[in-house]
């Protein structure tokens, strides 16, 4: 159980700095930069733990997808600023690079099967990722619209 813990804490340590240095990058300001990372690890907390439950690679990054637009949106409405600053460097851990990587190498030395194979499997991660985020927002302005009615 210990090794499970310790992976687990360099999970989430790793997330939060990922999401910290593409803050950095990105130009969010300094005092936000801990929100941004912390928006990524919880994201990243959930997509890992939904892998270790066994779920579905897509449905585990929709879920961390989903985590990231709510924590998001907390941070907004506390911190007074755009959802923007918290949502994009929360993504980064969950984008599908190393699939891109794979098929734009398949594509390169011929394996269209496998280049078709990575093609979908990244547009489908990359659709939980929209999705989640879409999902978010379209269920907080329901939310919206219905207190106001």
């Given amino acids: 159980m210990l090794g499970w813990g310790l992976k687990l804490v360099e999970q989430l ?6 999401s910290v ?3 950095m990058i990105q130009l969010v300001p300094k005092k936000e930069l801990v929100y941004s990372g912390l928006s990524g690890m919880g994201g990243w907390f959930i997509y890992w ?3 270790e439950c ?3 690679v897509t449905l585990a990054t929709f879920l961390g ?3 990231i637009a709510g924590l998001s949106y907390w941070f907004a409405v506390i911190r007074k600023k755009p959802s923007t600053m918290y949502n994009i460097p ?4 969950l984008v ?3 699939v891109s990587y794979q098929m734009t190498y398949s594509l390169i030395i011929g394996r269209y099967n496998q280049a078709t194979y990575y093609s979908i ?3 489908s991660l990359a659709g939980a990722i929209a999705g989640g985020l879409i999902i978010w927002d379209l269920g907080l302005r329901l939310v919206k619209e219905r207190k106001q009615k």
Wanted: glycine share 14%; aromatic share 8%.
């Fill in 21 to 23: 240095g593409f803050g």
């Fill in 49 to 51: 733990i939904a892998l």
């Fill in 121 to 123: 499997r990244m547009l």
């Fill in 96 to 98: 599908p690079g190393a």
């Fill in 13 to 18: 340590v790793l997330s939060f700095l990922t």
């Fill in 90 to 93: 929360g993504i980064v851990a």
């Fill in 54 to 56: 066994q779920i579905n």
């Fill in 65 to 67: 997808s989903l985590t």
